[in-house]
C-alpha cells in the first residue's frame, strides 16, 4: 500500500510557476515509477508527465514538454512537479500516481488555478 498526499498547488498568473510536491508513505517508494496527471472541469483526467523508479527516465505530455520538470527524491520519498511559464489552460486539479506492475495508487489533488 501506498498513500500520496500532493501539496504545492495554488492561484497563479500566466507566466508564473508552481512547484508541486507529492509525498508517499509506505514501502518501497523507490520501486514506483511515479506520475502526475491532471483533471480540468469537463475533461477527462489527462497525462502530464512520468519518471521511472530511478529518476533517469522521464516522460511527458506535449503540452507541457520544454515547461514542466518532474523530479522525485528516493531519499524523501517524494516527487515534485516544476511548472514554469504556466498558461490559463493548465489550470486543473493535478494528481500525483504511483505504478508498480498492475497496482496503481493515487493521490487527492491538488488544485492549480492560472488566471490570464
Known amino acids: 500500500q501506498v498513500q500520496l498526499v500532493e501539496s504545492g498547488g495554488g492561484l497563479v498568473q500566466a507566466g508564473g510557476s508552481l512547484r508541486l510536491s507529492c509525498a508517499a508513505s509506505?514501502?518501497?517508494?523507490?520501486?514506483?515509477?511515479m506520475g502526475w496527471f491532471r483533471q480540468a472541469p469537463g475533461k477527462e483526467r489527462e497525462f502530464v508527465a512520468s519518471?521511472?523508479?530511478?529518476?533517469?527516465?522521464?516522460v511527458y505530455a506535449d503540452s507541457v514538454k520544454g515547461r514542466f520538470t518532474i523530479s522525485r527524491d528516493n531519499a524523501k520519498n517524494t516527487v515534485y512537479l516544476q511548472m514554469n511559464s504556466l498558461k490559463p489552460e493548465d489550470t486543473a486539479v493535478y494528481y500525483c500516481?504511483?505504478?508498480?506492475?498492475?497496482?496503481?495508487?493515487w493521490g487527492q489533488g491538488t488544485q492549480v488555478t492560472v488566471s490570464s
Open positions: 509506505g514501502r518501497a517508494f523507490s520501486s514506483y515509477g
Open positions: 500516481n504511483a505504478q508498480l506492475g498492475t497496482y496503481a495508487y
Open positions: 519518471i521511472n523508479w530511478s529518476g533517469g527516465s522521464t
